[in-house]
């Protein structure tokens, strides 16, 4: 996985008034170019606007994946942390990893997480090849984070050992008919998906279709219980 796998930029930079692409901050305006987020207050103006809550619905996504109180949740890609912040709230007696490779985004999710008292979230550096999670995770999340990964095979059959017994892995990403998102040559089609999680050793556990521009699945491990 190249450097700029844990980096985020969205296809706003086409049309950034637009905001057609705020994803959780992957999309990229060409998935041949690479970006460097050394600005986290300009980007989370954008990754975080209001707006996005519209066809993201964070609420909607984070009911579906009925966190318990006391969840441990990765949120890998985490950006500005528009998901990590909403993950810590509903997870008060957990923890919540928000990683990312950026190290400026790093930075900027632990200053968001004091100013807003949310001691449960551990801001995290990544490597572009490993989340490093401190431990375990109940959930690991990958808001349109999937088609940037390279070698995907190899590093989700990794991750399997971050995951708890049980624990889950849920991926949000653009389909390929939506206007949002990366060309369509920069995504990764939902069957492809799965089939690489298939041989990664993971099974669907569920399938959600509420986005209106992204598919939404998680997954266990085959050895699960």
Not at 48 to 62: F, N, T
Not at 143 to 156: A, K, L, Q, T
Not at 166 to 188: C, N, Q, S
Not at 208 to 217: M, Y
Request: charged share 25%; glycine share 6%; net charge positive.
């Amino acid at each position: 996985m190249h450097a700029n796998a844990f980096k985020r930029i969205a296809a706003i930079a086409l049309a950034a008034s637009a905001l057609l692409t705020a994803g959780n901050g992957y999309a990229q305006t060409h998935h041949t170019h690479q970006h460097h987020f050394q600005d986290a207050a300009h980007w989370s103006k954008i990754f975080d606007d209001p707006e996005r809550d519209a066809w993201q619905k964070p609420h909607e996504v984070i009911q579906a994946l009925k966190l318990k109180p006391e969840s441990v949740v990765a949120d890998i890609g985490a950006g500005t942390g528009y998901f990590s912040m909403r993950f810590a709230h509903m997870t008060p007696k957990g923890k919540v990893f928000a990683v990312d490779a950026e190290p400026d985004m790093v930075k900027h999710l632990a200053e968001r997480a004091k100013k807003n008292g949310l001691a449960n979230v551990i801001a995290v550096q990544a490597k572009p090849d490993d989340p490093r999670l401190p431990e375990k995770a109940d959930l690991v999340v990958l808001v349109d984070v999937y088609h940037h990964i390279d070698n995907r095979i190899s590093y989700f059959r990794k991750l399997r050992d971050s995951l708890k017994a049980g624990g889950r892995l849920a991926i949000i990403d653009f389909t390929m008919e939506t206007h949002r998102g990366p060309p369509p040559a920069g995504r990764v089609a939902l069957t492809t998906v799965k089939q690489e999680l298939a041989d990664a050793g993971y099974r669907v556990a569920e399938e959600h279709r509420f986005l209106p521009d992204q598919f939404f699945v998680t997954f266990t491990a085959r050895n699960a219980q």
